[in-house]
């Protein structure tokens, strides 16, 4: 598929997709019924810093690079963590959107997801020690095309809202625990 696609094309990929995620959703919800430990997932990435700033990052089959700008004495070759970080949240939020309009029969033709963080750099460089290191604020702002109301389209909001998984990540705090090994 690409992505300049006929009419027909569109259509085509819409009941393809529905088709996967009613699959997708059927095998978990089976294989979760049938041993509820199964919904336990860990996830295993890895890194590698590379160039001035870079990393090289490595998610199972895939890998990519993440960088800083000049000005942060990267090499501007990719984005940055903090881009990284919100293509993450809107990657999952456009997943979550999918899936639970499927499940919801709401009809969703597109999405399109901006998101705009606030950061302080004023921690990261050790300049001011009360200010969040993180972002202070994340706007989202989704534009769905598609024949359903505005109401139905603010019930299936709420619903990705209380299930995305890396909304969640954003929104409540996580506990991370951290070793260092010298080799």
């Known amino acids: 598929m690409t992505l300049l696609q006929t009419p027909a094309a569109l259509l085509s990929l819409a009941e393809d997709r529905a088709g996967r995620l009613v699959a997708a959703g059927t095998a978990w919800n089976e294989r979760i019924t049938a041993d509820p430990t199964t919904a336990q997932l860990t ?50 939020q456009v997943v979550v959107y999918r899936l639970y309009a499927q499940a919801l029969g709401i009809q969703v033709d597109g999405i399109d997801i901006v998101a705009e963080g606030d950061l302080d750099v004023r921690k990261l460089f050790g300049i001011q020690a009360d200010v969040r290191a993180g972002f202070s604020a994340i706007r989202l702002s989704i534009t769905i095309t598609g024949p359903e109301t505005d109401q139905r389209y603010q019930e299936l909001r709420a619903t990705v809202d209380a299930h995305c998984p890396v909304l969640d990540l954003f929104a409540n705090p996580t506990p991370v625990s951290v070793t260092v090994t010298t080799a």
């Open 43 to 92: 996830y295993r990435v890895t890194a590698a810093g590379e160039g001035s700033v870079a990393t090289r990052v490595t998610a199972g089959k895939h890998v990519f690079l993440v960088d800083e700008p000049g000005a942060l004495a990267g090499d501007d070759v990719a984005a940055s963590p903090v881009e990284i970080a919100l293509g993450a949240l809107l990657s999952c």
